[in-house]
């Protein structure tokens, strides 16, 4: 394929991923999850919910009810808050459910520069890839921000503050930001054990530098951390440093099958 049709299989594919997100945002700012009776069962399915109680609405409570301290008063800045509310959660909730698709559109638009046995890795890694990243979400949104929400509030009620205001925007923008960086955060290691597979970085590398890393994780752990105590940080620290030696662990499996499945076709 020329420059141009690389491009064009690009745009074609981007239509579909765009189409795929646009489709999902608006189910997710139309219809919310209701209930149908049917021969006297109550049934749980999306009904229609224009301006009244989106999924994405519903997803914003959720987390409002999962993080916010009871003393703490909800509120909004501008009159137009709570539609930018539900606009942010519905397409943070139609990337995530789409990233099937985001993700299969990408590997088949790269699939054809790929040799046989790195699309087999590839395949092999979508599973962990997703099993990781939800795994960092989760413990993120029901351990890590949990008590950093109420760690920081508490600070303030030492101080002797009476009236505690959380604002509806700052929120879910906070939440999402930082929901989304430990998924990201979690694909450590299998990033470190694909570019090992490849041969693109060998497994005595993680090891040789691993000063360099565990201060760069730190450091991180302490940029994406608003608690000024430095205890999540510390918590943040050490999920992401047993990260690493996971990651380490996994490259150096890697690189033993690596030899290992060379050794024949070498011999050959």
Known sequence: MSFW????ELRD?????????????VVFMTLG???????GVQIPMLVPAIGTDPASSQVFLALVALLK????????AHPWDGVLVQVETAIFLAAAVGSPV???????FIGPALRPSEKRLLAKMVAPISALFFSGVLLDLFILLPFTINFLYQAQRGMGITLYI??????????LIHVLAFGVAFELPMVMYGLTSVGITRAATWTKHWRIVVAAIWF??????PDPSGVTMILVGLILTGLYLLGVLTSK???RRRAATRGPESAA
Do not use: C, N
Request: glycine residues 6%; proline residues 2%; hydrophobic residues 65%.
């Open 166 to 175: 959380l604002f509806v925007g700052d929120f879910i923008s906070f939440v």
């Open 5 to 8: 049709e690389h491009i064009e």
């Open 220 to 225: 991180i752990a302490g940029m994406i951390t």
């Open 69 to 76: 301290p009871s003393w703490v008063q909800l509120a909004a």
């Open 253 to 255: 499996w890697a690189e």
């Open 33 to 39: 999850v209701g209930t149908v009776t049917l021969a």
């Open 102 to 108: 985001i993700v299969y559109e990408a590997m088949a």
């Open 13 to 25: 594919r981007l239509k579909v991923v765009i189409f795929t997100v646009l489709l999902l945002f």
